[in-house]
Nanobody, 125 residues
Framework: QVQLVESGGGLVQAGGSLRLSCVLS????????MGWFRQAPGKEREIVAA????????YYTDSVKGRFTISRDNTKNTVYLQMNSLKPEDTAVYYC??????????????????WGQGTQVTVSS
């Protein structure tokens, strides 16, 4: 079964940067599109970004466009989320997701697949 382990969260001041990492094990990494989601207190989980298996197609939610970059290294079974110009409203637990169908990230609000345990990102004002 797929196992996902996120890292890289932390406390940062507004305007700062963080890079999240998520390592997949247990299955072939290139069989999966990858996504990053976040959930803030009292809010529903929302998609942040997604990337297809090759890295040639990416998706971003409007609120992070131009600030966040999703990428993947298929030699390291790792997907990254580079977060720049962070804002207090980016504060949330960030989750990594693996799904066999990239299109699901674009069309489904209740995505299936496999989830990591989450990593906390806190942006102070």
């Amino acid at each position: 079964q797929v196992q996902l382990v996120e890292s890289g969260g932390g406390l940062v001041q507004a305007g700062g940067s963080l890079r999240l990492s998520c390592v997949l094990s247990g299955r072939t990494f290139t069989n999966y599109a990858m996504g990053w989601f976040r959930q803030a207190p009292g809010k529903e989980r929302e998609i942040v970004a997604a990337i297809n298996w090759l890295g040639g197609s990416t998706y971003y939610t409007d609120s992070v466009k131009g600030r966040f970059t999703i990428s993947r290294d298929n030699t390291k079974n790792t997907v990254y989320l580079q977060m720049n110009s962070l804002k207090p409203e980016d504060t949330a637990v960030y989750y990594c997701n693996a799904h066999e169908d990239y299109v699901e990230y674009l069309t489904t609000t209740q995505i299936g697949g496999s989830w990591g345990q989450g990593t906390q990102v806190t942006v102070s004002s």
